[in-house]
């Protein structure tokens, strides 16, 4: 009965996102408060109604109620709880029924928090996450229903598959979702204004709030995706190239281009249809991510189970939100020109090459994750792109990223100095070639390479301290007084600095993963390995058994220096319902490196083979992720986009007095 | 699809059984590097994306064997690779060569890069030359010449 | 010229969503690989066969157009193909032959003690080293093989009714009566 309930919010929840993409819309066309006073209302009853059918889920999951189809082919009574609650969306039908959960969530934030929106265009964006809604509440219905039964119903469930059974890759999704349909906002505001014919400064501030948001989920949700990677496939791999971590990484590229570029429509009123296009870009490439990864087209170790009916359903629904809006942008747009002068070397200049350099390097993600499907659809030769091409292609265009990354911030609006930016560099300049010398003596000239990208990590991290400084102007006024600038420097821009400086050290911890020493042996109790200057004394495998699985759990004592510093436990885990073994990998870190330690194959003796790892600055990877969100959230905090259309914002620090 | 899920269970079963084992390796640490670096830009064929060189699946095994089997009897690199895509064809490989068939996929990033970077430029230019269309009449000349005078006074 | 410049997006989208419905096509398999030894020469191979059996090689099948399955006890989908094997085996047309991939010969033994002995022959290729030169991925596979001794055709999964009818059986001809 409860399962029904579900079933009839999520049909009652299809109507009124019916409703609110056509009653607002009209009010607007009619400048009719009343109608578009309904979008908010609906928006937010859709939010409810969607809740209570996602709540609904989740009761069946966590009293495992087998009568549900959805629950028996994911669920099982002796699953731990948390993993019952996370199986919610580790399945197709599931993660649908949470991406339009956070759909709703957008659509009623925008309802309650857009109260200094003009409500002309409240009442249109709404409308068009009405519409989102309406498309993939049908695809939910139709092809995807969580809500089916079965009778008679199963004594117990068939569980869940034991590799997703993992604290880091239940939480991804629901961070990835926030990313990904968080720019369904953005999005909605573009058409909003293509509707509208108009751009301006304070479309920008209302939509730059909503972009950092989602980028910072998305942010979380792909590192968080990387870092299960890296502790659970047993040799520290981070990043594979795959279709659906490509999948994530293409809105996450353009999205990052749209925040920059969102910042000149705000300050200098220039960019707008270019910033249009990319924020129809950036949720059209999670539709696109959500297409491959449902329909079944691409092979890949994520793809949800393969259903032609689907693949043709949300390609329908593509061909109406891509298609509807790139066609409404090529009417509208030419219309909107912007009208900011300035000259090529300049902040706006820097922020143009910052787009011009992250759009290609999206379109070489695109290119090289659909291109074996290109091929195979004309029946050309099958081929793999893997991260070989993409170490060749997408990787050299993010070194003048770097390059740019910290000098743009030193350059001023209209006409920029790019001599002077760099002069006040200088310390970055010297500690970059510090690094890179230094570098080269202690690892005698071997991995270059892994040197240069730590020397431009160096540069990245110090030349946007250098531009902090220049705020601040740190050692050229008396300290008292700096100390005053800098606690009034907008938060805005710590969140740049913050966000840049995250940039930097997953820079380094990227780079630095060529220093890294490997050791793989088989080793039997009191016997010792090494590595680099860790002593790992095996001290055996014992039988340790797990709510739904049997583990081989390893005790190994790490020693340095005579000193036992650690006790690692590597284990493999036997999951006895799907005949399945998974390895939980050891990690010692102390944030400047990591003891990694995994479990192999035993041998009739009582042995083991290990894989050992030491990893300098691997953590750096996602901790710079970490800062690259918060500098997002810092961002977000900041006051100006609370006031109203009318509060003139600070015009950022002057760039100093000629004559320097 | 299902004789690929019969190897995906194999492979499942198989995982931690983990890439590179001890007993693999070859003596002479020369060619041990160059086995793992060419095994590295080769792909598993029953696990998609993943190189033979990271893949615990049993095929992958085998044919990481095979390929230091092969170099240890004095094969050259694309020799030993040639052995491989004889086989198995050049899906195998993670890196494909560049051949008319892959022209775009290789070349598309620069042309890409090309466009955006031209059309950059001359949306740049555009915004730079946009004020000279547009000379100050000798009443706003005199206006401006008097305001810079005062600010620099 | 500008006005075109704005249709540019939607025109490569357009170009994009043509593929991907190109790529909905029900009878695309994306796993699916296809073999590189096609018109190729049959790999060599000698194998042992089961107790009291006369192995397989490659010698054996010279002259005739044979039908060669890779397969083993521990492989569900070949379980589920092993009936259509039988039917072949007992089709006097046909030269099916059997490789056992990777399986203990005890095992072997047992499976086709269970559920019948379709084939002519069986070589053990307990390393799976033929398999790789056949360019084998995965079982079961069954490749055809012609009078000159080049592999003419592999078929990737379980074999099905249909795939026998409309795949299998007419090349068969075609190539015996060639």
Same mark, same amino acid.
């Not at chain 1, 909503?210 to 496939?233: P, R, V």
């Not at chain 1, 087209?297 to 793809?303: I, Q, Y």
């Not at chain 1, 220096?561 to 990690?587: C, K, S, Y």
């Not at chain 2, 693999?24 to 160059?34: G, I, N, S, T, W």
């Given at each position: 009965m409860i399962v029904e309930l579900g079933h009839f919010a999520l049909i009652l929840a299809a109507c009124l996102a019916l409703l609110q993409s056509i009653v607002p819309l009209y009010g607007a066309s009619k400048n009719h408060a009343g109608l578009m006073a309904v979008g908010q209302s609906a928006a937010v009853a859709q939010f409810v109604l969607i809740a209570l059918a996602f709540a609904v889920l989740v009761n069946a999951y966590v009293t495992s109620d087998f009568s549900v189809v959805n629950v028996v082919e994911n669920n099982h009574s002796a699953k731990p709880m948390l993993y019952k609650i996370t199986g919610v969306w580790s399945n197709h039908e599931g993660s649908m029924l949470l991406w339009v959960l956070i759909l709703s969530l957008f659509g009623a934030a925008v309802a309650l928090a857009g109260d200094n929106l003009p409500p002309g265009l409240r009442a249109r964006v709404l409308a068009i996450q009405g519409m989102i809604g309406v498309g993939f509440l049908t695809f939910i219905l139709f092809t995807s229903n969580p809500f089916l039964r079965v009778? &008679? =119903? &199963? *004594? /117990?469930g068939q569980g869940m598959n034991p590799v997703l059974q993992d604290p880091g890759l239940a939480f991804h999704p629901p961070f990835l979702y926030l990313g990904y349909v968080g720019f369904s906002v953005t999005f909605s505001f573009a058409v909003a204004a293509l509707i509208e014919g108009r751009v301006d400064a304070a479309w920008a501030r209302w939509v730059r709030p909503w972009a950092l948001a989602a980028w910072c989920a998305l942010t979380i949700g792909i590192a968080m995706g990387s870092w299960w990677a890296y502790y659970t *496939? @047993? #040799? @520290? @791999? #981070?990043?594979? #190239? /795959?279709p659906v971590e490509n999948a994530s990484f293409m809105p996450w590229l353009v999205g990052t281009a749209l925040l920059h570029s969102a910042i000149v429509v705000e300050k200098? /009123? =220039?960019l707008k249809s270019w910033t249009i296009l990319l924020a129809i870009i950036t949720f059209s490439l999670s539709l696109v991510g959500t297409f491959l990864v449902r329909s079944g087209v691409l092979t890949s170790v994520h793809a949800f189970a393969v259903d032609p009916a689907r693949g043709a359903f949300i390609l329908v629904l593509l061909v109406l939100a891509i298609g509807g809006s790139l066609t409404l942008y090529a009417v509208r747009a030419p219309s909107m020109a912007g009208g900011g002068i300035f000259a090529p070397i300049s902040r706006e200049g820097a922020l143009v090459l910052n787009n011009v350099l992250l759009t290609t390097a999206a379109a070489t993600v695109f290119l090289g994750t659909l291109y074996p499907l290109f091929l195979d659809v004309v029946n050309g030769p099958k081929v793999s792109v893997g991260f070989p091409f993409f170490n060749r292609t997408f990787v050299p265009l993010m070194i003048p990223v770097a390059l740019a990354v910290a000098a743009g911030p030193l350059l001023a609006w209209k006409r920029g100095d790019l001599r002077a930016a760099l002069q006040r560099l200088w310390f970055a300049f010297f500690a970059t070639l510090a690094v890179v010398l230094i570098g080269l003596y202690l690892a005698g000239f071997k991995p270059v390479l892994a040197i240069l990208g730590l020397g431009l990590a160096t540069w990245v991290g110090f030349g946007s301290l250098c531009e902090w400084a220049e705020r601040v102007k740190l050692f050229r006024i008396p300290f008292g007084e700096s100390w005053r600038r800098a606690i009034h420097l907008p938060r805005a821009s710590y969140g740049m600095t913050i966000a840049h400086i995250g940039f930097a050290v997953s820079i380094a911890g990227i780079a630095a993963s060529a220093f890294e020493t490997e050791r793989i042996e088989l080793v039997h109790p009191g016997e010792t390995l090494q590595v680099a200057g860790f002593n790992l004394l095996f001290k055996g495998t014992e039988k340790v058994p797990g709510p739904n699985y049997i583990a081989d759990r390893a005790t190994i004592e790490v020693r340095q220096n005579g000193a036992t510093i650690a006790v690692l436990h590597p284990e493999r885990r036997f999951f006895t319902l799907q005949q399945m073994t998974t390895g939980v990998t050891a990690i010692r870190s102390n944030f400047m490196a990591d003891l990694y330690v995994a479990l192999g194959d035993p041998d009739d003796k009582g042995g083991a083979t290990l894989r050992a790892y030491w990893k300098p600055l691997v953590p750096w990877i996602w901790i710079g992720a970490v800062f690259m969100a918060l500098g997002g959230l810092l961002s977000l905090s900041d006051r100006r986009w609370r006031v109203g259309v009318a509060a003139r914002r600070r015009v950022p620090a002057a760039h100093p007095a000629p004559g320097e | 699809m299902k004789h690929f899920l019969a190897f995906a269970l194999l492979f499942a079963t198989m995982m931690p059984a983990l890439a590179v084992e001890p007993a693999e390796r070859l003596a002479d640490p020369a060619q041990e590097q160059r086995a793992r670096a060419l095994s590295g830009e080769l792909r598993c064929l029953v696990c998609q994306n993943e190189s033979i060189d990271e893949s615990g699946a049993p095929l992958a095994h085998d044919l990481r064997v095979l390929l230091r089997e092969r170099i240890a009897q004095g094969d050259s690199d694309a020799q030993a690779v040639k052995f491989l895509t004889d086989r198995y064809g050049e899906f195998v490989l993670l890196r494909p060569r560049i051949e008319p068939a892959t022209y775009v996929l290789w070349f598309g990033p620069i042309a890409v890069l090309l466009i955006a970077g031209t059309g950059s430029a001359i949306y740049l230019r555009k915004r730079r030359l946009q004020p000279e269309a547009a000379p100050l009449s000798a009443d706003e000349q005199a206006r401006l010449d008097r305001l810079m005078k005062e600010g620099e006074g | 010229m500008r006005r075109l410049l704005y249709l540019l997006p939607v025109a490569l989208f357009v170009a994009v969503a043509v593929y991907f419905l190109l790529a909905?096509?029900?009878?695309?398999?994306?796993s699916r690989l296809p073999s590189a030894m096609i018109d190729k020469p049959t790999p060599v191979f000698a194998l042992d066969g089961l107790a009291g059996g006369k192995g397989l090689s490659l010698d054996a099948l010279k002259g005739q157009v044979v039908l060669v399955n890779f397969f083993a006890s521990w492989c569900e989908p070949c379980r589920d193909e092993h009936a259509i094997l039988m039917k072949l085996g007992k089709d006097s047309s046909v030269q099916l032959y059997g490789i056992a991939y990777k399986d203990k010969p005890e095992d072997t033994q047992r499976f086709l003690q269970q559920l019948g002995d379709p084939f002519r022959a069986i070589g053990l290729d307990q390393t799976g080293r033929t398999a790789i030169d056949f360019g084998v991925y995965g079982v079961p596979e069954t490749y055809v093989i012609d009078k000159q001794g080049r592999i003419r055709l592999r078929h990737v999964g379980p074999l099905t009714e249909a795939d026998v009818a409309k795949e299998l059986m007419p090349l068969l001809k075609s190539l015996q009566n060639s």
């Amino acid at each position: 009965m409860i399962v029904e309930l579900g079933h009839f919010a999520l049909i009652l929840a299809a109507c009124l996102a019916l409703l609110q993409s056509i009653v607002p819309l009209y009010g607007a066309s009619k400048n009719h408060a009343g109608l578009m006073a309904v979008g908010q209302s609906a928006a937010v009853a859709q939010f409810v109604l969607i809740a209570l059918a996602f709540a609904v889920l989740v009761n069946a999951y966590v009293t495992s109620d087998f009568s549900v189809v959805n629950v028996v082919e994911n669920n099982h009574s002796a699953k731990p709880m948390l993993y019952k609650i996370t199986g919610v969306w580790s399945n197709h039908e599931g993660s649908m029924l949470l991406w339009v959960l956070i759909l709703s969530l957008f659509g009623a934030a925008v309802a309650l928090a857009g109260d200094n929106l003009p409500p002309g265009l409240r009442a249109r964006v709404l409308a068009i996450q009405g519409m989102i809604g309406v498309g993939f509440l049908t695809f939910i219905l139709f092809t995807s229903n969580p809500f089916l039964r079965v009778s &008679p =119903a &199963p *004594l /117990d469930g068939q569980g869940m598959n034991p590799v997703l059974q993992d604290p880091g890759l239940a939480f991804h999704p629901p961070f990835l979702y926030l990313g990904y349909v968080g720019f369904s906002v953005t999005f909605s505001f573009a058409v909003a204004a293509l509707i509208e014919g108009r751009v301006d400064a304070a479309w920008a501030r209302w939509v730059r709030p909503w972009a950092l948001a989602a980028w910072c989920a998305l942010t979380i949700g792909i590192a968080m995706g990387s870092w299960w990677a890296y502790y659970t *496939l @047993g #040799w @520290g @791999g #981070w990043w594979f #190239w /795959d279709p659906v971590e490509n999948a994530s990484f293409m809105p996450w590229l353009v999205g990052t281009a749209l925040l920059h570029s969102a910042i000149v429509v705000e300050k200098r /009123d =220039a960019l707008k249809s270019w910033t249009i296009l990319l924020a129809i870009i950036t949720f059209s490439l999670s539709l696109v991510g959500t297409f491959l990864v449902r329909s079944g087209v691409l092979t890949s170790v994520h793809a949800f189970a393969v259903d032609p009916a689907r693949g043709a359903f949300i390609l329908v629904l593509l061909v109406l939100a891509i298609g509807g809006s790139l066609t409404l942008y090529a009417v509208r747009a030419p219309s909107m020109a912007g009208g900011g002068i300035f000259a090529p070397i300049s902040r706006e200049g820097a922020l143009v090459l910052n787009n011009v350099l992250l759009t290609t390097a999206a379109a070489t993600v695109f290119l090289g994750t659909l291109y074996p499907l290109f091929l195979d659809v004309v029946n050309g030769p099958k081929v793999s792109v893997g991260f070989p091409f993409f170490n060749r292609t997408f990787v050299p265009l993010m070194i003048p990223v770097a390059l740019a990354v910290a000098a743009g911030p030193l350059l001023a609006w209209k006409r920029g100095d790019l001599r002077a930016a760099l002069q006040r560099l200088w310390f970055a300049f010297f500690a970059t070639l510090a690094v890179v010398l230094i570098g080269l003596y202690l690892a005698g000239f071997k991995p270059v390479l892994a040197i240069l990208g730590l020397g431009l990590a160096t540069w990245v991290g110090f030349g946007s301290l250098c531009e902090w400084a220049e705020r601040v102007k740190l050692f050229r006024i008396p300290f008292g007084e700096s100390w005053r600038r800098a606690i009034h420097l907008p938060r805005a821009s710590y969140g740049m600095t913050i966000a840049h400086i995250g940039f930097a050290v997953s820079i380094a911890g990227i780079a630095a993963s060529a220093f890294e020493t490997e050791r793989i042996e088989l080793v039997h109790p009191g016997e010792t390995l090494q590595v680099a200057g860790f002593n790992l004394l095996f001290k055996g495998t014992e039988k340790v058994p797990g709510p739904n699985y049997i583990a081989d759990r390893a005790t190994i004592e790490v020693r340095q220096n005579g000193a036992t510093i650690a006790v690692l436990h590597p284990e493999r885990r036997f999951f006895t319902l799907q005949q399945m073994t998974t390895g939980v990998t050891a990690i010692r870190s102390n944030f400047m490196a990591d003891l990694y330690v995994a479990l192999g194959d035993p041998d009739d003796k009582g042995g083991a083979t290990l894989r050992a790892y030491w990893k300098p600055l691997v953590p750096w990877i996602w901790i710079g992720a970490v800062f690259m969100a918060l500098g997002g959230l810092l961002s977000l905090s900041d006051r100006r986009w609370r006031v109203g259309v009318a509060a003139r914002r600070r015009v950022p620090a002057a760039h100093p007095a000629p004559g320097e | 699809m299902k004789h690929f899920l019969a190897f995906a269970l194999l492979f499942a079963t198989m995982m931690p059984a983990l890439a590179v084992e001890p007993a693999e390796r070859l003596a002479d640490p020369a060619q041990e590097q160059r086995a793992r670096a060419l095994s590295g830009e080769l792909r598993c064929l029953v696990c998609q994306n993943e190189s033979i060189d990271e893949s615990g699946a049993p095929l992958a095994h085998d044919l990481r064997v095979l390929l230091r089997e092969r170099i240890a009897q004095g094969d050259s690199d694309a020799q030993a690779v040639k052995f491989l895509t004889d086989r198995y064809g050049e899906f195998v490989l993670l890196r494909p060569r560049i051949e008319p068939a892959t022209y775009v996929l290789w070349f598309g990033p620069i042309a890409v890069l090309l466009i955006a970077g031209t059309g950059s430029a001359i949306y740049l230019r555009k915004r730079r030359l946009q004020p000279e269309a547009a000379p100050l009449s000798a009443d706003e000349q005199a206006r401006l010449d008097r305001l810079m005078k005062e600010g620099e006074g | 010229m500008r006005r075109l410049l704005y249709l540019l997006p939607v025109a490569l989208f357009v170009a994009v969503a043509v593929y991907f419905l190109l790529a909905l096509d029900p009878n695309r398999d994306p796993s699916r690989l296809p073999s590189a030894m096609i018109d190729k020469p049959t790999p060599v191979f000698a194998l042992d066969g089961l107790a009291g059996g006369k192995g397989l090689s490659l010698d054996a099948l010279k002259g005739q157009v044979v039908l060669v399955n890779f397969f083993a006890s521990w492989c569900e989908p070949c379980r589920d193909e092993h009936a259509i094997l039988m039917k072949l085996g007992k089709d006097s047309s046909v030269q099916l032959y059997g490789i056992a991939y990777k399986d203990k010969p005890e095992d072997t033994q047992r499976f086709l003690q269970q559920l019948g002995d379709p084939f002519r022959a069986i070589g053990l290729d307990q390393t799976g080293r033929t398999a790789i030169d056949f360019g084998v991925y995965g079982v079961p596979e069954t490749y055809v093989i012609d009078k000159q001794g080049r592999i003419r055709l592999r078929h990737v999964g379980p074999l099905t009714e249909a795939d026998v009818a409309k795949e299998l059986m007419p090349l068969l001809k075609s190539l015996q009566n060639s």
